[in-house]
């Protein structure tokens, strides 16, 4: 019975496993007309993603004043999907996205946001840093020690506990050797 409930438990995990989680959780895209952009908010000079839904030909245009190059959208996995780049001289502003899929064009505005401003605080150390190794320095020590593997003293010690075992199985073998003899 019990191998019979853990098969059972195993079964109903693996099958939760195989059904596809569907996030609940906010998207960071815009979406409309079957057109999706991702980021939704892009700052210029950064990449962006395009899918559109509901289109039955193989391939598509994106076309923007925002983007640097014209977009090929292809299918993937029944959805057309590209990626382009926001042109990095672009000011803040809403530019149109029109994807061109066969005879049907469809339009999304994009709104292109300001890059974030820089930290005022500097990336990295101001002031020179210590290193003078503190308290690692014994682990170094005792990694070489390590290293150099067992010195004579071990070795000694290694025959001399290896002496004491051999004339331990000898004397009871003698001894069984006396009571069956």
Avoid: N, W
């Amino acid at each position: 019975m019990g191998s019979a409930r853990i098969t059972l438990c195993a079964g109903v995990l693996a099958a939760v496993a195989a059904v596809p989680v569907v996030a609940s959780a906010p998207t960071a895209y815009a979406q409309d007309g079957g057109i999706s952009v991702s980021p939704s908010a892009p700052a210029p000079g950064s990449d962006v993603a395009l899918r559109m839904s509901g289109c039955g030909e193989k391939t598509a245009t994106a076309v923007s004043a925002a983007f640097v190059a014209d977009v090929e959208l292809a299918v993937v996995d029944g959805v057309l999907v590209g990626e382009s780049r926001v042109r990095s001289t672009l000011t803040a502003g809403t530019y149109d996205v029109k994807v061109s899929c066969g005879a049907e064009a469809r339009k999304i505005p994009l709104t292109v946001v300001d890059r974030p401003a820089r930290p005022t605080t500097p990336a990295s150390p101001v002031a020179p840093v210590h290193a003078g190794g503190g308290g690692t320095a014994h682990l170094v020590a005792v990694d070489e020690a390590r290293e150099a593997g067992p010195g004579t003293v071990h070795a000694v010690i290694g025959l001399l506990l290896a002496g004491v075992a051999g004339v331990a199985v000898a004397l009871r073998g003698c001894r069984r050797s006396r009571r069956t003899g």
